[in-house]
């Protein structure tokens, strides 16, 4: 078999097995590497939504996403309004976002809930009004998002691409947004956005897989090499 080796077309096949398998070792790392960062994230949120809500005037840091937050404050209905593309449950939608006023005159914004998109994602729908009054809610912190350049200009009224300050009607007094999960009164002319489902079985699975290829490519290689290696041994003459 050594003989085989120092063929040449032995030393091709052997340089191409060996980058398929480096090829293949580095592909089941990083769908490691991205189970281990779904793992985080799930157990972040799982932590953040068991843990008691913190006041959001008592924060003197930005808090990270996920983390439950509770306020008390009015709703500014005359600038609330609605994000494009927001798909839940298989359909697409909006959110409605409008911003609560503290007693202290700062400014929070909300996302309210989710609403259907009963026509398309650039038709404005009626946003319903919020509930009047003081309003007591709890709700998961996010950072801004980055609007998309193509939806920063041409939609309707009432409508952003992106929660991001530079297109939102007021910039607010703090660094994110929260995503309601409780509130009171209720209000039922809206669906809360769910939480993300994270699933980190499937890159798992995909680590394994890869690293299967692997060792078939090495055994595979080992077998062909054999074969050839007995059919020549067959086929010299004998001394």
């Not at 998961?140 to 409508?159: I, Q, Y």
């Not at 060792?215 to 003459?237: H, I, K, M, T």
């Amino acid at each position: 078999m050594l003989a085989l080796l120092r063929t040449r077309r032995w030393i091709a096949f052997t340089a191409l097995v060996l980058i398929a398998i480096v090829a293949f070792g580095l592909l089941s790392r990083w769908q490691w590497y991205r189970a281990n960062e779904k793992q985080t994230q799930r157990i972040a949120l799982e932590e953040a939504a068991a843990a008691n809500p913190t006041d959001l005037t008592a924060l003197v840091a930005r808090a990270p996403d996920w983390k439950s937050i509770s306020v008390t404050g009015t709703y500014d209905r005359s600038t609330q309004v609605v994000v494009r593309q927001r798909p839940q449950d298989g359909r697409n939608g909006f959110w409605v976002l409008t911003p609560l006023m503290l007693a202290d005159d700062r400014t929070v914004w909300v996302v309210r809930g989710w609403l259907s998109a009963s026509s398309s994602a650039t038709t404005s729908p009626d946003i319903p009004e919020p509930p009047p009054g003081k309003v007591a809610v709890i709700g998961s912190w996010h950072g801004f998002e980055k609007v998309n350049e193509a939806s920063r200009t041409g939609l309707p009224a009432k409508m952003v691409g992106a929660v991001d300050p530079s297109v939102l009607p007021l910039v607010g007094d703090f660094d994110g947004y929260l995503r309601l999960t409780t509130a009171t009164p209720s209000q039922e002319a809206l669906v809360f956005v769910a939480a993300p489902q994270i699933d980190d079985s499937m890159n798992l699975s995909y680590a394994g897989q890869w690293l299967l290829f692997a060792g078939v490519a090495l055994v595979g290689w080992y077998f062909f090499l054999r074969r050839e290696a007995n059919e020549d041994a067959r086929d010299s003459p004998a001394l």
